[in-house]
């Protein structure tokens, strides 16, 4: 069964950082896109940033510039570097694997697997 949590969010002011980690069992990046994705109440959950099994990556425009997704596939790690938060970054933020290239990245359909989340909170 895979598993994916979530660490690393908080309570920080706006233009600060903070490095969002998402550790899953072991195997489960093999081979597979990964995604970030963050939602707030009343919303639908919003796509930020995803990191293919061979490194390529892809940003929200909110994030371009901003924020930074890396992993480690022999660690069974991924991580999310948010830089210049705004309180407007404020949410829950998800990690996912993806398993099918028939929906859009974008979409959280996309994914099977997800974390419990982990709360980012920016003040202003």
């Known amino acids: 069964q895979v598993q994916l949590v979530e660490s690393g969010g908080g309570l920080v002011q706006a233009e600060d950082s903070l490095r969002l980690s998402c550790a899953a069992s072991e195997g489960a990046f093999d081979g597979y896109d990964m995604a970030w994705f963050r939602q707030t109440p009343g919303k639908e959950r919003e796509f930020v940033a995803r990191i293919g099994h061979n490194g390529e990556t892809r940003y929200s425009d909110s994030a371009k510039g901003r924020f930074t997704i890396s992993r480690d596939n022999a660690e069974n790690t991924m991580w999310l570097q948010l830089n210049s938060l705004k309180p407007d970054d404020t949410a829950v933020y998800y990690c996912?694997?993806?398993?099918?290239?028939?929906?859009?990245?974008?979409?959280?359909?996309?994914?099977?697997?997800w974390g419990h989340g982990t709360q980012v909170t920016v003040s202003s």
């Open positions: 996912a694997r993806r398993y099918t290239l028939t929906i859009p990245e974008i979409f959280p359909s996309a994914f099977h697997c």
